[in-house]
């Protein structure tokens, strides 16, 4: 793949730009050397006042955020670009659905949630799509964005750019500003992790948007408390898995971990059967399970991940239909119980999250919560488009 040309690629505008000794050598200084701390669990809204904040201003502020460092900005972003679906609904909940200007691979991106919260609507077929049987820097410079809420590190080891990659598109294009937090399970990732309301805060911090985080912090926290205090004493242990293929004949392993991605798992307080018996995740090169591997584990419950929309009609039929035939499916106590439920997305961010929330715990506790919606799908909405009262 040619990259761009850099003769004739614009240098950054000025109003945005990386602060200090980021740029080059010190962009991913947070790689190495004493930044192995974790963060505090998702359900902490508290400022982390040893990781930088905005400066709230009419001019320039800045934003700290590991592995790159402090950013500067003078002036707020308007076009940007996130890789995976966490951040592009951070910056949707944020109200800039408007610049958002491209995503990694649309059909891992659940704008389809958007439908039920009235006036928020994200055209995702107008999404430049960054996966094109790999992710080239010319794409960066024809989308030319302010911002790239990407951690660099993950276009280095997960997308196989390197540092020079990196250093170019921060200087000539925009900066990056982001942490791979959707999972734990990354052996390259030494430097501290972010909770999603961690990760969020740090997001409106680069908006400006503070009065929106803080608004989706209180309903968050709200609907959490009202969840968790009516959760059964007994919760039980489940397996979070993702078909080979559909209908599945094996499945990758997902284990319920500190990540992002599982936060919702996590709320509801389950037992993870995979980590249990000692499976190791497919993000960190965990192989395929088959059902005579899962006839020995023998999980409670069946979470069945599956990227884009999915419907209850098409959950029966490619996929709880086919484990009730299975000759060894069959065996299993979550089949045999009718305790497969769909596992939701990989990526969510704080408005995906309510939705996942709301549909695991229906389907974990349908006697508790049956039907129910455990959101204000309105209140939602108004955070969104500004119709709300940050006082």
Known sequence: MDDASQTDAPTRRDAIKYGGAAIGGGLLAGCTGGNGSEAPNDESNEADPTNGSATESDESYSVTMEPVGTVEFDAVPETWVPYTGDYADMGVALGQ?????????????????????????????????????GTGKELFYELDADVHLIDPNFMINRLEWDRGDVDEIAAQVGPFVGNTSFTRVYDWHEYRYYGLYEAFEKL??????????????????????????????????IAVLYPAEVPPESFYPYRIGDGIQSKHWRDLEVGDALAADGVTDAQAGGGEIDYE??????????????????????????IVSHLRDHEVASELQAVQNDRIIYGGLTYQGPIIHLFQLERAAQGLYPDVFGDEQLFDRQRVADIVTGAFDDE
């Not at 599956?306 to 039929?317: N, P, V």
């Open 293 to 318: 591997t899962l006839l020995e584990i023998d999980p409670d419950v069946l979470a069945i991940r599956l990227q884009g929309e999915i419907t209850e009609e098409y959950f029966e039929s490619e």
């Open 97 to 133: 659905a408007d610049g958002l200007a491209g995503i990694g691979v649309r059909a891992r991106f659940g704008t389809h949630l958007y439908d039920e919260l009235p006036d928020v609507t994200v055209a995702k077929d107008e999404l430049t799509e960054l996966w094109q049987d």
């Open 204 to 237: 409106a911090q680069v908006f400006q948007e503070q009065a929106r985080y803080e608004a989706f912090a209180e309903l968050h926290d709200a609907v959490l408390s009202d969840v968790q205090s009516r959760l059964p004493a007994a919760t039980p242990d």
